[in-house]
C-alpha cells in the first residue's frame, strides 16, 4: 500500500511559479511511475507529466517546455515545478503511483488546487 499526499497549491498570478510536493509513505517510490495529473471544473482528469521508474519523463503538450517533475529519493517524494502559470493551468492537481507493469495508476492522492488568476 502506498499512501501519497499533495501539497504546495495555491491561488498565483499568470507568470508565478509553484512547485508542487507528492510525499509516499508506506512503500519505496523509486519502484513506482508517478503520474501528476490535473482536473479543472467541468472538466475531466488529464495527465500532466509523469516520471518512471527509470526517471525517464513525460509532458503532455500542453505543459512542455513550462512544467518539471522530479523525484528525490532520500524524501520519497515527487515533485512538479511549475513555471510560466497560465490561467488554464487552473485545477485540482492529483499525484498519482503504479508499480511499472501496471496499466492503470493504483494510489491516488488527495488533490491540492491551484488557481491561476489576476
Known amino acids: 500500500q502506498v499512501q501519497l499526499v499533495e501539497s504546495g497549491g495555491g491561488l498565483v498570478q499568470p507568470g508565478e511559479s509553484l512547485k508542487l510536493s507528492c510525499a509516499a509513505s508506506?512503500?519505496?517510490?523509486?519502484?513506482?511511475?508517478v503520474g501528476w495529473f490535473r482536473q479543472a471544473p467541468g472538466k475531466g482528469r488529464s495527465v500532466v507529466a509523469i516520471?518512471?521508474?527509470?526517471?525517464?519523463?513525460y509532458y503532455d503538450d500542453s505543459v512542455k517546455g513550462r512544467f518539471t517533475v522530479s523525484g528525490d529519493n532520500a524524501k520519497n517524494t515527487v515533485y512538479l515545478q511549475m513555471n510560466s502559470l497560465k490561467p488554464e493551468d487552473t485545477a485540482v492537481y492529483y499525484c498519482?503511483?503504479?508499480?511499472?507493469?501496471?496499466?492503470?495508476?493504483?494510489?491516488w492522492g488527495q488533490g491540492t488546487q491551484v488557481t491561476v488568476s489576476s
Open positions: 508506506g512503500r519505496t517510490f523509486s519502484n513506482y511511475d
Open positions: 498519482a503511483a503504479k508499480p511499472p507493469t501496471f496499466a492503470n495508476y493504483e494510489y
Open positions: 516520471i518512471y521508474t527509470g526517471r525517464s519523463t
